[in-house]
């Protein structure tokens, strides 16, 4: 006799036979969405480059991608197979009768894998199961990823942004443990949690991580969804839609993290010539789809009498600065920044700050701005470089300890520009 706790209430049971016209809605609406906020996400959490550093943002950033990527995995296949479900309710609509094996003449040693007058029917039940599970397993696991986030901040970004002496070392090395013990067990199907004495030692850690990364949320759902699914199907879903999650994710990272591209064979990217990089970074009238954090240009060809250069201001700059040996009211951003052209100084600049709201990211560009005269110049190419003059540099490296980025900043970048001021007359 069933238990009548555990039949299916008459409204709930109307929801999910109807729900499929929803679903479809929800699914498309979802999958448009997203594709548009991958870009955004990964361009707003580089943009806070600008202004802060903070532990965990290499890892905020992997793992946030690596949510978007499992939701569009999961929504796409989603539709797909609800669409597969539609087209099977219709075909067993047409004809309600079956399979008529009469009409099929296939020959040994094929076999036909159905009955005689056999519908559709545990087909559609069956595929309408799978939509169910690969929108749970997509929206729980992203769910649990936010958390996993959120966690990472508050656990270590919050303390590195608020300058805490216990942020680094022990504190930290015990942190980043724990969350990769936490993540091992999650994977393992709850390894440590299964463990005697060791579930004791866990314990007081797990039980707080399971509030932060919110899986006290989904607890209830994951033992009615893990308790009833085969171990076997469910790795093989997880490992597949992981698998192919992390690699759309990296495909995203991996030029903000500075890792190489592992697809890209090609042996001489890094040997095309030995002119300089005229990429849209340096220039503003280029489309970027990044934060662009270094000193730019209005254009890459100058048809105007002069230069509109912009050095935006970010958070690696303050170490330059602090290094300069005087105090902290006495300093100015522009302290740092000398101008050459065509390796001849370009003396007496007027500095003006500038502020600049950003398209793409929660920073505003901040920085100095100046109009350099080229007037004097032939047309034709030109190279203008932006440094730290070398008297300063001496006395910056001897203040503080510079790191080879902080030292490639004092050396200086080179911006290439053509000019050119011919003025074309139509006919």
């Not at 007058?117 to 069956?126: A, D, G, M, P, T």
């Not at 649990?144 to 656990?155: D, M, N």
């Not at 080879?404 to 970048?413: K, N, Q, V």
Request: glycine share 6%; hydrophobic share 45%; charged share 20%.
């Amino acid at each position: 006799m069933t238990n009548s706790n555990h039949q299916i209430p008459k409204w709930l049971k109307q929801i999910m036979e109807n729900s499929w016209e929803l679903e479809l809605l929800i699914s498309g609406g979802a999958i448009f969405s997203l594709f548009q906020l991958s870009g955004s996400w990964v361009n707003w959490i580089e943009s806070t480059n600008e202004f802060t550093f903070f532990l965990g943002r290499s890892a905020i950033l992997l793992i946030g991608t690596l949510g978007l990527e499992l939701l569009k995995i999961g929504f796409i296949t989603h539709i797909i197979l609800r669409a597969i479900w539609l087209s099977m309710v219709c075909v067993n609509y047409a004809y309600p009768q079956g399979v008529n094996k009469e009409n099929i003449k296939w020959k040994k040693p094929f076999k036909i894998p159905v009955s005689h007058e056999e519908n559709l029917q545990v087909s559609i039940i069956r595929v309408d199961r799978y939509c169910g599970i690969v929108i749970y397993l997509s929206i729980s696991s992203t769910i649990f990823l936010i958390g996993l986030i959120l966690t990472i901040f508050l656990l270590l970004s919050v303390p590195s942004i608020l300058e805490w002496k216990y942020a680094y070392g022990l504190y930290m090395n015990l942190v980043v443990l724990s969350l990769i013990l936490y993540v091992m067990d999650l994977i393992s199907a709850g390894l440590f949690r299964k463990t005697p004495v060791l579930s004791y030692l866990v314990f007081p850690i797990f039980s707080v991580l399971d509030v932060l990364t919110l899986r006290k949320f989904i607890e209830k759902s994951g033992f009615h969804f893990f308790s009833n699914i085969p171990k076997v199907k469910f790795f093989t879903v997880a490992f597949t839609m992981l698998s192919f999650g992390l690699i759309l994710s990296y495909l995203n990272t991996y030029r903000d993290l500075h890792w190489k591209n592992i697809f890209d064979k090609r042996g001489y990217t890094m040997q095309l010539t030995n002119g300089m990089d005229v990429g849209p970074m340096f220039y503003r009238d280029e489309p970027v789809s990044r934060y662009r954090g270094n000193p730019s240009i209005q254009s890459k060809i100058v048809h105007d009498s002069y230069l509109n250069l912009f050095i935006p201001y970010n958070i690696h700059a303050d170490n330059l600065l602090n290094g300069l040996g005087k105090e902290k009211q006495n300093i100015l951003v522009s302290d740092i920044a000398s101008v050459s052209i065509d390796s001849v100084e370009t003396r007496e600049i007027q500095w003006h700050a500038s502020w600049k709201d950003s398209q793409n990211g929660i920073s505003r560009h901040i920085g100095i701005e100046s109009f350099i005269p080229i007037g004097h110049l032939e047309d034709g190419q030109h190279i203008l470089k932006v440094y730290t003059d070398p008297s300063l540099a001496k006395k910056i490296e001897q203040n503080i300890e510079l790191s080879d980025f902080d030292r490639e900043r004092l050396s200086g970048l080179e911006i290439l520009f053509i000019k050119d001021t011919e003025v074309s007359i139509e006919k």
